[in-house]
């Protein structure tokens, strides 16, 4: 549903008792994340991930597209993720992109997801060179048995033998203390019984070892009545851009259903302070997933405590 549309709805579940906002949800003056897609692709073809639904035109973010979003937040003390759904290392351009978001703006941090299948040698040493800030590794197990059926199209022995070639340059090169390094991998079932020999391995290797549990994106199985009618707090300080210079309210935004501007025509600032935007935090303020058709079927942090954002809490 369009923000205006929704603002002309009545809809009054019963578990609403009163009018007005029920939380008061701190939202930064400016975005303190921004993703973007700078192509729409992937590597690999997970079973849990989306990415392969994706038919955005174009596949690539213009130059002119990626450089306006950076050059509209400079100074601003933003960190850059320079990926959406995609892989980022598809995207041949990255040691320029890190470059540019780095060059003159001493505030800016880059910061990476990959599955590092792409992460050659060269790649590494450029990306370390250009003053990538985080680099996080997502490796879904410890061993191909494990690794494979959920990281579909992926070699597990060239991301292993790739991702600790960039880990032993890292390191030899002096960029322990000023370069973050993570190996995350998701915990279910089939490889929980390798959480103890991953860490044992990963752990010397790198910054962090991660270990996380599988998430659920919307609109994935979620029924209607099952509603979370809470806040959000990825609206807060994130900001996310398609190729097509769109911008969305959320990472797990797919399919364009919450587009709240475009930066091919307007300015991140403009975006960020929009109606557009104002109307889905304000509707999210008061847990009304229910009425925008993206977080209707999203159960994001329906275990999150949100009482010391309650109106009247202070
Ligand atoms: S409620 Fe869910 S879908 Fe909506 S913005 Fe938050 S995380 Fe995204």
């Known amino acids: 549903m369009r923000p205006d549309a929704a603002r ?5 579940p019963a578990r609403f008792e009163g009018p007005g906002a029920r939380w008061r949800m701190p939202v930064a003056a400016r975005p303190r994340f921004i993703q973007l897609e700078t192509v729409t692709k992937c ?10 639904e994706i038919v955005r035109d174009p596949a690539r973010m213009p130059e002119a597209t990626w450089k306006k979003i950076v050059d509209d937040t400079r100074g601003w003390g933003v960190t850059y993720r320079p990926f959406l759904t995609n892989e980022p290392f598809v995207d041949n351009r990255m040691p320029q992109i890190v470059r540019y978001i780095k060059e003159n703006d001493p505030t800016a ?5 990959t599955n590092g299948e792409l992460l050659t040698e060269k790649l590494g040493a450029e990306l370390l060179d250009a003053g990538v800030d985080i680099m996080r590794f997502s490796i879904d ?24 070639r960039f880990l032993e340059m890292w390191d030899a090169g002096g960029h322990r203390d000023r370069v973050f390094t993570e190996v995350r991998m998701i915990e279910v079932p089939e490889n929980a019984h390798e959480v103890t020999a ?4 990963w752990g010397p290797r790198c910054s962090e070892v991660v270990i996380t549990s599988l998430y659920q994106w919307p609109w994935t199985g979620q029924k209607p009545e099952d509603v979370v009618l ?4 990825k609206i807060l300080d994130e900001m996310f851009f398609y190729t097509n210079g769109k911008a969305t309210i959320c990472c797990w935004d797919v399919h364009e259903k919450a587009v709240i501007g475009d930066v091919t025509t307007q300015s991140v600032q403009e975006i960020w302070e929009g109606y557009a935007a104002r109307c889905l935090r304000a509707l999210l303020d008061d847990g ?11 159960n994001a942090y329906q275990d999150f405590d949100f009482g010391k954002f309650a109106v009247g809490s202070d």
């Open 288 to 298: 009304r997933r229910d009425l925008i058709h993206l977080c209707s079927r999203c």
């Open 141 to 164: 197990g410890f061993s191909r048995e494990t690794y494979e059926p959920s990281r579909v199209g992926i070699d597990f022995d060239r991301v292993m033998s790739r991702v600790q």
């Open 43 to 52: 590597n690999a073809k997970c079973p849990f991930c989306p990415q392969n």
């Open 230 to 233: 809470k806040p959000c707090l």
């Open 198 to 201: 991953y860490r044992e391995f």
């Open 109 to 113: 941090r880059v910061e990476f997801n």
């Open 8 to 12: 002309d709805r009545n809809i009054q």
